[in-house]
């Protein structure tokens, strides 16, 4: 180490960094038997929390699968992970529950569904799911009633795009529950809100993008899919300009 012999500056540069990054110099594979994801589909993770959030934290069935790819993941950032089921997986559903393994086989598969919503993803997790949706009534008593309206701005009411086109109450609120408490521990968890989204196919956002509950669910739950439009919505999934009468 060198030494000032006569007053002046000295520049000294110190890593203050507690810990060392992981730097993967290869990616590592794993399948096995997992809580909740995709099936048959790789996913790379990059952490044991992302690994948890994707394909759900173990039990005594799943625990050596997670915890293998856990262990590999303290010394890496890239680990595919493939997640395999038995023959009779199921997803939830408040119909007829069927095996949908992944986003691919969701919108590719042929699939037909008798029930308003669907797990996102097989496994027991998805019987804890509970779908809630709040429509527009004559006199907001539906929404003062429910028992989630806190979870949301205001009332259903009407969308710009139904507006525009002389319509009204297309608005739902949609509220995604923890029912029995598998997921967060405490039965009756709000897990994800979609608030003011569109029973019209053609309902717009302000920014543009889609609004219509459909697409908005697909898009951005991550633990549901859309099934079927529920028989009381009877104009649902319609375009605002095929809408018979004036209201949804």
């Known amino acids: 180490m060198a030494f000032q012999v006569s007053p002046g500056v000295q520049v000294k540069e110190i890593d203050a960094t507690g810990v060392i990054p992981a730097v993967s110099t290869s990616i590592g594979g794993t399948a096995g038997a997992f809580n909740w994801g995709p099936v048959l589909e790789a996913i790379t993770v990059g952490s044991e929390t992302e690994l948890a959030n994707i394909f759900g934290t173990p039990d005594s069935k799943t625990f050596k699968y997670f915890l293998t790819a856990a262990s590999f993941l303290k010394y890496g950032n890239a680990l595919k992970v493939v997640r395999a089921v038995g023959a009779n997986a199921l997803n939830a559903s408040d119909g007829t529950a069927q095996l949908v393994k992944n986003e691919d086989h969701y919108e590719d598969g042929g699939l037909t569904f008798d029930g308003n919503f669907i797990a996102k993803y097989p496994g027991d997790l998805g019987n804890s799911l509970e779908v809630q949706v709040c429509p527009v009534s004559a006199s907001d008593t539906v929404f003062d009633a429910w028992t989630h309206k806190g979870q949301f701005d205001g009332a259903p009411g009407t969308s710009d795009t139904a507006a525009a086109a002389s319509k009204t109450g297309d ?26 989204v569109s029973q019209a196919s053609n309902g717009k956002k302000s920014d543009g993008s889609s609004n219509y509950y459909v697409n908005v669910i697909n898009n951005e739950s991550q633990y549901v899919w859309w099934g079927s439009h529920d028989s009381e919505l009877t104009d649902a999934g319609k375009e605002t300009t095929a809408v018979s009468n004036n209201s949804f």
């Open 171 to 196: 608005e739902l609120h949609v509220a995604v529950i923890d029912k029995s408490g598998a997921w967060t521990g405490t039965a009756g968890t709000v897990l994800e809100t979609f608030q003011f």
